[in-house]
C-alpha cells in the first residue's frame, strides 16, 4: 500500500495571504495524485485531479504541482471560506489512499 | 440538481449487517467508475471499494474483504454496498463518489451493542 504524507500539519495563514501544502507518497504515483477540501460535517470536495489540473468551478487561486513522489497545493490568495482542511489522495494504485489531512486555520 | 445521496445507514450491533445505497440524480452512474470511501469519527478518509463501470471489476480494501460487496444497479442510477460481520471498526460516514469528482454528503454507520 502506498502511504501518503502531508505537511504541515496545520498551517496558520492571514486572509490574503500564500499558503503552500506539501504532499509526499511512499513510492511513484506518476501524476495520479488529487487534491480534496473539507469542511467540518461536509463531504470532501475536489479540488485538483492529475495532480495539476483544476476540477470544473475550482478557482485560479487553488494550483497544483509535482510528480513522482512530491506535490504541492497551493493557495494563492487565502479567502475566508478556505480555512478547511486539505487532502491529498494517489489513485495510481489500489488500495487508493489519502493523506492525514492539512489544516489550515486563521492566523 | 447534480446530486448523489446515501442511504441506508443506522445503528447495527456487531456482527449485524446494513445495505448502503447511493442514488444518483441529475447525473448518470453508467460509465464510470463507484466508490465508496468512509470517515471514522474524527479520523480521516478511507478508501473502501470501487467498481467498474459495467460492475464486472470491483477491489476492496483489505479490512472489509469478504465482508463488504459492492454492486450497481445502472437501470436505477443507483450503488450499493453489503455489510456482513459488522465491527466497532466499521463505525464511520460512508460517502459514495462517482470517479473522484462527485460525491455524496455520506450516512452514518454506528455498530455498536
Known amino acids: 500500500e502506498i502511504v501518503m504524507t502531508q505537511s504541515p500539519d496545520t498551517l496558520s495563514v492571514s486572509p490574503g495571504e500564500r499558503a503552500t501544502l506539501s504532499c509526499r507518497a511512499s513510492q511513484s504515483v506518476r501524476s495520479n495524485l488529487a487534491w480534496y477540501q473539507q469542511k467540518p460535517g461536509q463531504a470532501p470536495r475536489l479540488l485538483i485531479y492529475?495532480?495539476?489540473t483544476r476540477a470544473t468551478g475550482i478557482p485560479a487561486r487553488f494550483s497544483g504541482s509535482g510528480s513522482g513522489t512530491e506535490f504541492t497545493l497551493t493557495i494563492s490568495s487565502l479567502q475566508s471560506e478556505d480555512f478547511a482542511l486539505y487532502y491529498c489522495?494517489?489513485?495510481?494504485?489500489?488500495?487508493?489512499?489519502f493523506g492525514p489531512g492539512t489544516k489550515v486555520d486563521i492566523k | 440538481e447534480v446530486q448523489l445521496v446515501e442511504s441506508g445507514g443506522g445503528l447495527v450491533q456487531p456482527g449485524g449487517s446494513l445495505r448502503l445505497s447511493c442514488a444518483a440524480s441529475?447525473?448518470?452512474?453508467?460509465?464510470?467508475?463507484m466508490h465508496w470511501v468512509r470517515q471514522a469519527p474524527g479520523k480521516g478518509l478511507v478508501w473502501v471499494s470501487r467498481?467498474?463501470?459495467?460492475?464486472?471489476?470491483?477491489n476492496y480494501a483489505d479490512s472489509v474483504k469478504g465482508r463488504f460487496t459492492i454492486s450497481r444497479d445502472n437501470a436505477k442510477n443507483t450503488l450499493y454496498l453489503q455489510m456482513n460481520s459488522l465491527r466497532a471498526e466499521d463505525t464511520a460516514v460512508y460517502y459514495c463518489?462517482?470517479?473522484?469528482?462527485?460525491w455524496g454528503q455520506g450516512t452514518m454507520v454506528t455498530v455498536s451493542s
Open positions: 441529475g447525473l448518470t452512474l453508467s460509465g464510470n467508475w
Open positions: 467498481i467498474n463501470s459495467g460492475g464486472s471489476n470491483t
Open positions: 492529475d495532480a495539476s
Open positions: 463518489a462517482r470517479n473522484l469528482d462527485i
Open positions: 489522495q494517489q489513485y495510481n494504485d489500489w488500495p487508493f489512499t
